[in-house]
Each structure stands twice: as structure tokens, then as C-alpha cells.
């Protein structure tokens, strides 16, 4: 593989200042000429959308409630975000990857992944609750941006393999300036890899304004530096973003080359259940943000269209509520873990160094045990 694989730099576009949007904030379809050549989906495709979104937003809830009563240790909401994650899995093939952080639950759960194994992680039980192969998503990412060049890698190899997979990798606005970042984006620009990296810009990296980490007209402007494709693009339009991820994907499939994405949208709740927002940033804003609610936005549109109705959004609602109820069952007694679990997947095959330490804090579970039992006995 060479540098001469990736597209020349003077093909390439510069972003558009302003976000692709294909629905308004009030529900209406945008003039033609400010679409950039690309087609709202089709109805069938924008009711899945909504659909995954209604019950994404009813499992956020849900897990932002259980992390209040201490069933999970931490819980960084997505709330607001639905259009750029339910959006961009939705693009996404049978054979693709997807690579998720610690904020990309509701991405996991429109993948198809367990809900209750997609809160493992946060639950503090295990890294990953899930089988990453089994549903082609990665671990979520917990350090940021660490995700992006472990989907070069796998996206590098499998075109040596003469795989058609492509990759999609979730990140947001903070993990853009960290060094793992770049690396991830030159490797694939350099290297031509079938990777999609979708920023979720939500104007905030916890407490630091987007202005104090970047000054590039826009994070997909950054893209043109690297030698990718860049969109900009309005995160809180579903179809806006299922379009242009959809559109990136099949270019990286067919040797196009990687792209970056910027999705512009908004955390409407704080950073974490342990974060205060209303210590570094104004309460009008998020106001502001909430009034483009990515929902209701799809909504408005299908209504408009006669595509939905009453009877559907209760299925859509009475589905949502049947995932809340069946998470809550199922994280509402604690786990039984073995300690031989501590070693179950440190290595392949364990060192004679692991067997011992294994054996150890078998012994010592033992004893713990039996300490238990006697006392119990008096």
C-alpha cells in the first residue's frame, strides 16, 4: 500500500461552513440547492430512524435513572444525540464495525446490541459486556479517541484481505484534540482505509467550550489537512446524518478512501449523573438546543406526510417501554461473579506466572469462604 492510493488533496472539497440539513427544525423539507446533492431517505428508512430513536431515548432515560439509585456506577447520557447515533449505525452494513466511546450506548442498542450487556461496562463488572465479534462494535472507548486507530487497524486489514468492511467511529468534539486522533486520521488517510470518523461536535469536552479547542472553521475542515473527504453536517437531523454517513461508507467500501464527518448537535444533559452543567455553561443554551430536538423533528415530518400516526408512535412508545421494563428487571439483583474471571482473558493462553496468581486468589476465596461458613455457624 501506498501513498498513491489516497485521492489527490486538490480533489478534494473544502466542508461547507454551514450543516447539511435536509429537514428543518420544524419538520419541513429544506430548499433543494442548500441539500448538496444529497436525498432525504426513503420513508420506510426515516420511520426506522425515528422508531430507533424513540426507543433509544426511553433506554437513555432509563439508564440515567438506575445510575441516580446506584445500580450503575456512572452513566454519561446521549440525550439530544439520538439523530447522530441511531443516524449513522443505521448507515451502517452487516460486515461494517462500528467503534463506540463511553457515550455511544443508544449506538450500541440501535446495533442491536443487548441493552443490559451494553451497561456492563458502566456497571462496573466488566470492559465489555458483549461480544464484540458476534455484533461487529468494539469495546466502547473509554480514553478518548483510543477507538479511532484501533478501526485503521482493523479496516487496514481487512482490505489486505480483500474484505469489503468498512468502519465507523464515533468520537466527539474533545477527542479531536488529542494526539491519538491524528494519528488515526493520517494513518487512514495514508494508508486509504475504509474508516468513517463521525464527530459528535456537542459544543462541550465536559467543561471546555469548542472555541478554547479549535480554531478551524469547522472540525470537517480539518479533514481537508489529512487528505480525507470532510462533511459538515446538522447532527440533530437524522436523515441529514444517515445520508452523509451512508454516502461516506459506500465511497470507503468501493476505495474512496476514509472521511470525517463533523455532526453538529448538543448534550442537553450534564457530562455524567456526577457533572453540574450549570457551573460552566448557560442554561438558555441548552434551552435553545432542546427546542431542536432531533425527535420531534422527524416526527413533524412524517406527519406532514401522513407516514405515521397515532397508533404507530404508542407501538414505537409501548416498545420503548417494554425495553426500560426489561432492563430494570434484569439489573435489579447484583451479578455473581467467580474471582477466576479476573484471568479469564488477560492472555490466550495463561502464563505459568497468571496460573499461579490465579491459584493464590482461588486459595484465598477459599478461605474467605470457609471463614464465612464457620462464622455463620456460632
Known amino acids: 500500500m501506498t501513498t498513491s492510493d489516497a485521492p489527490p488533496v486538490a480533489a478534494l472539497p473544502l466542508p461547507s461552513l454551514e450543516?447539511?440539513?435536509?429537514?428543518?427544525?420544524?419538520?419541513?423539507?429544506?430548499?433543494?440547492?442548500?441539500?448538496?446533492?444529497f436525498d432525504l431517505p426513503d420513508t420506510e428508512t426515516l420511520r426506522m430512524l425515528l422508531r430507533a430513536m424513540v426507543v433509544g431515548?426511553?433506554?437513555?432515560?432509563?439508564?440515567?435513572?438506575?445510575?441516580?439509585?446506584?445500580?450503575?456506577?456512572?452513566?454519561?447520557?446521549?440525550?439530544?444525540?439520538?439523530?447522530?447515533?441511531?443516524?449513522?449505525?443505521?448507515?451502517?452494513?452487516?460486515?461494517d464495525w462500528l467503534f463506540p466511546t463511553y457515550r455511544d450506548s443508544v449506538a450500541l442498542t440501535a446495533r442491536g446490541v443487548d441493552p443490559v450487556e451494553v451497561l456492563t461496562l458502566l456497571r462496573g463488572d466488566w470492559h465489555c459486556g458483549y461480544d464484540p465479534k458476534a455484533y461487529?462494535?468494539?469495546?466502547?472507548?473509554?480514553?478518548?479517541?483510543?477507538?479511532?486507530?484501533?478501526?485503521?487497524?482493523?479496516?487496514?486489514?481487512?482490505?489486505?484481505?480483500?474484505s469489503d468492511t468498512a468502519a465507523l467511529v464515533l468520537m466527539g468534539d474533545g477527542a479531536t484534540s488529542e494526539g491519538d486522533a491524528h494519528e488515526a486520521y493520517n494513518f487512514a488517510a495514508v494508508w486509504n482505509t475504509p474508516v468513517v470518523f463521525l464527530i459528535q461536535n456537542n459544543e462541550w469536552a465536559i467543561s471546555v467550550p469548542l472555541h478554547k479547542q479549535s480554531a478551524a472553521p469547522t472540525l470537517a475542515h480539518k479533514a481537508v489537512g489529512y487528505g480525507m473527504r470532510g462533511y459538515h453536517v446538522d447532527g440533530n437531523d437524522a436523515a441529514a446524518v444517515h445520508a452523509v454517513v451512508a454516502r461516506a461508507l459506500a465511497e470507503a467500501r468501493s476505495g474512496g478512501g476514509p472521511a470525517l464527518i463533523e455532526a453538529r448537535t448538543y448534550r442537553t444533559e450534564p457530562h455524567t449523573n456526577s457533572d453540574d452543567p450549570t457551573r460552566y455553561r448557560d442554561e438558555a443554551e441548552a434551552d435553545r438546543w432542546?427546542?431542536?430536538?432531533?425527535?420531534?423533528?422527524?416526527?413533524?415530518?412524517?406527519?406532514s406526510d401522513d407516514a405515521v400516526d397515532d397508533a404507530q408512535l404508542a407501538e414505537y412508545a409501548s416498545r420503548a417501554e417494554r425495553l426500560a421494563e426489561s432492563v430494570r428487571t434484569r439489573l435489579a439483583h447484583e451479578p455473581h461473579r467467580s474471582t477466576d474471571e479476573l484471568f479469564s482473558h488477560v492472555y490466550a493462553e495463561p502464563t505459568p506466572a497468571l496460573r499461579r496468581q490465579r491459584a493464590g486468589v482461588r486459595e484465598a476465596a477459599a478461605r474467605a469462604e470457609r471463614g464465612g461458613a464457620s462464622n455463620g455457624g456460632r
Open 19 to 37: 450543516p447539511l440539513r435536509l429537514i428543518d427544525d420544524d419538520g419541513c423539507r429544506t430548499a433543494q440547492p442548500h441539500r448538496a446533492g
Open 290 to 303: 432542546r427546542r431542536r430536538d432531533p425527535l420531534a423533528r422527524l416526527e413533524a415530518l412524517l406527519r
Open 136 to 162: 461487529r462494535c468494539a469495546p466502547q472507548c473509554t480514553p478518548l479517541a483510543t477507538n479511532a486507530s484501533h478501526a485503521v487497524g482493523l479496516t487496514y486489514a481487512a482490505r489486505r484481505k480483500g
Open 57 to 95: 431515548r426511553r433506554f437513555d432515560s432509563q439508564a440515567a435513572a438506575l445510575a441516580k439509585q446506584g445500580r450503575l456506577a456512572v452513566y454519561p447520557s446521549s440525550r439530544g444525540q439520538e439523530a447522530c447515533q441511531v443516524g449513522g449505525v443505521l448507515a451502517l452494513a452487516e460486515q
